[in-house]
């Protein structure tokens, strides 16, 4: 089994996520220049994060059910299509000289909004397009692309192109959607989560059923849970690690940047050897090591003034986040009813978007109070106890059990069908 291969269907998957968030890298750097460049007033220019987080709250649990009611693949194709013609109308706008902030940030909600319900439907697609034993190598080379595209490639080159002119960086960002596009459009097969039901439940009901069903996995729910609260403390961490750089370690623009390009390193290298990482230690350890490197974060932040140390920090929590998304990712792939994935999916997403939100406020809250380090004195004892109340839950047992069973049946009538085509 450890030798079947990913496949073709995986290799456009695989290239159409790549392009896609190289171009949604420079989108996201070429937003925030665009709009100092029109104005300096704090509250608009941070209203474009605003704008960017909310569709996540907004649509992550109706884009679950969205994704588990039609055809995944075509949703994706669609999705990219109405993206595409959101970027072609602010690109040519640019270049008209009357794209407003206005209209950048309503593209900018549009886009998102579609990049909420893409992710849940192509992290439900991906268990039909590859084998099952070979999920944890997938989901690693899906985050090693990103990784690289988004964290690394992008920022320089959509700073780079914005300076050529303002409307690049969004052309080629429509450029790579329809590049998707066209890729998942090639892949072969139906992808529906289940057949269409005789009376169509409410969107609310559908969601419950996913909330319900996730309540009674305590692996499943256990990570879901975690990924919100751990992104809380992650969040408020990095919304006040400009001033932590300059006002404790005694660096500038340039060094508070390599700080995030260890973590990216970390990231990429996590990725790339991610499935086998897993397999020599176990998933059980995976985890478990995971949130002893979270909780070291949180204290090299606090404790230390040494831009090393904590550039080190950043870089083994970079591989650690890889290797957690493989293994949440994975595990929810294997245990999750087809006919769920959607929901499930879009469930942790809606976690995690929230802990983003309450971190992003919390951690300025925090800092203005009670100092600097306090966001991260506060990670550490908030990442010693998730490790004393959540040690076991992760046991060698239950995790090997986990990968040993097949994704069960779904309960009622609504749910009963087709995952797609074997890989």
């Given at each position: ?7 073709g269907r995986?290799v ?10 190289l171009?949604s890298?420079?989108a996201t750097?070429a ?6 460049s ?7 220019v ?6 960017s987080?909310l569709?996540?709250l907004l649509?992550a649990l109706?884009g679950?059910?969205?994704a ?7 949703l ?8 595409v013609?959101?970027?072609?109308v602010?690109?040519?706008a640019m ?11 309503v593209?900018?909600?549009v ?6 319900v893409f ?11 590859v084998?099952?034993?070979r999920l944890?190598?997938a ?5 090693g692309?990103t990784?690289?595209?988004?964290n690394m490639?992008?920022g ?10 303002a ?8 450029g790579?959607?329809?590049?998707s596009?066209v ?9 529906r ?5 005789a009376?169509?439940r409410?969107v ?23 990924i919100?609260l751990?992104?809380?403390?992650l ?5 006040v ?7 404790r370690?005694?660096l500038?623009?340039?060094?508070y ?7 990216a390193?970390?990231?990429l290298?996590?990725?790339v050897v ?5 397999a020599?230690?176990t998933a059980t350890?995976?985890?478990r090591?995971g949130l ?15 831009a090393?140390v904590?550039?080190?920090?950043l870089?083994a929590?970079?591989v650690?986040?890889a290797?957690w998304?493989?293994?949440?990712n994975s595990?929810?792939q ?11 999916g879009s469930?942790?997403?809606f976690?995690a978007?929230?802990g983003n939100?309450?971190?992003?406020l919390?951690?300025?809250v925090v800092?203005a109070r ?8 506060v990670?550490?004892a ?21 990968y ?10 609504a ?9």
């Amino acid at each position: 089994m450890t030798g079947e291969r990913l496949g073709g269907r995986f290799v456009r998957l695989w290239t159409a996520s790549t392009l896609s968030a190289l171009g949604s890298g420079m989108a996201t750097v070429a937003a925030p220049l665009y709009v100092a460049s029109r104005t300096d007033n704090p509250l608009v220019v941070s209203a474009g994060a605003a704008v960017s987080w909310l569709p996540w709250l907004l649509f992550a649990l109706p884009g679950g059910v969205l994704a588990d009611r039609v055809d995944r693949r075509r949703l994706m194709v669609l999705i990219d299509w109405v993206r595409v013609g959101a970027l072609v109308v602010l690109a040519a706008a640019m270049l008209a000289g009357r794209a407003g902030v206005a209209l950048l940030y309503v593209v900018l909600f549009v886009v998102n909004t579609g990049e909420v319900v893409f992710r849940t439907a192509a992290q439900a697609v991906l268990p039909a397009v590859v084998p099952r034993s070979r999920l944890e190598r997938a989901n690693g080379w899906l985050s090693g692309g990103t990784q690289v595209m988004q964290n690394m490639v992008a920022g320089p080159l959509g700073g780079f192109l914005f300076v050529l002119a303002a409307a690049v960086p969004f052309a080629l960002n429509a450029g790579t959607y329809a590049l998707s596009a066209v890729l998942v459009g090639l892949l072969a097969g139906s992808y529906r989560g289940a057949p269409a039901p005789a009376g169509r439940r409410s969107v609310r009901a559908e969601v419950a059923e996913g909330f319900r069903w996730l309540s009674t996995q305590r692996l499943l729910r256990t990570m879901a849970l975690l990924i919100g609260l751990l992104n809380v403390t992650l969040t408020a961490a990095v919304a006040v690690l400009v001033l932590l750089a300059t006002e404790r370690l005694g660096l500038g623009p340039v060094g508070y940047g390599v700080l995030f390009t260890c973590m990216a390193v970390g990231g990429l290298l996590g990725s790339v050897v991610g499935d086998r990482l897993i397999a020599a230690i176990t998933a059980t350890w995976t985890v478990r090591l995971g949130l002893l490197v979270e909780a070291g974060l949180h204290l090299a932040l606090a404790a230390s003034r040494s831009a090393a140390v904590v550039g080190f920090a950043l870089f083994a929590f970079g591989v650690h986040s890889a290797l957690w998304n493989i293994v949440a990712n994975s595990l929810r792939q294997r245990l999750t009813p087809p006919a769920l994935m959607g929901r499930v999916g879009s469930t942790t997403l809606f976690l995690a978007a929230g802990g983003n939100c309450v971190g992003a406020l919390l951690g300025g809250v925090v800092a203005a109070r009670f100092g600097i380090t306090a966001p991260y004195w506060v990670g550490f004892a908030v990442a010693v106890a998730v490790i004393a109340a959540t040690w076991r839950v992760f046991d060698r047992s239950t995790v090997a059990a986990a990968y040993a069973e097949p994704a069960p049946e779904a309960p009622g009538p609504a749910v009963s069908a087709a995952a797609g085509p074997a890989a």
